[in-house]
């Protein structure tokens, strides 16, 4: 049974710093790409964070040099590291991968 779990969001002022965290169970988190998304309200989802079974990295436009996406493989957990928030950032947070359909439930990141 898969299953990804989301931590670590809550409200935070503009400028400071939240770390997301995705238990993964089921499967070896770093046998596959992983993806952080978000939604804003009235917003469609869009990607933030990708990491691939190599370790590379890909970030949005809008997140590039503040967050970082990381794994620790020993964990079979996915971080997402966010600096220098904005109200912008605002949104629901949520883990996947992808390519077996797995999707966390996620959690709320809100910067005031």
């Known amino acids: 049974h898969v299953q990804l779990v989301e931590s670590g969001g809550g409200s935070v002022q503009a400028g400071g710093s939240l770390t997301l965290s995705c238990a993964v169970s089921?499967?070896?988190?770093?046998?596959?790409?992983m993806d952080w998304f978000r939604q804003a309200p009235g917003k469609e989802r869009e990607g933030v964070a990708r990491i691939d079974s190599d370790g590379n990295t890909r970030y949005a436009d809008s997140v590039k040099g503040r967050f970082t996406i990381s794994r620790d493989n020993a964990k079979n957990t996915l971080y997402l590291q966010m600096n220098s928030l904005k109200p912008e950032d605002t949104a629901v947070y949520y883990c996947a991968a992808r390519s077996i359909g797995a999707w966390g439930q996620g959690t709320q990141v809100t910067v005031s």
């Open positions: 089921g499967y070896t988190s770093s046998d596959f790409c």
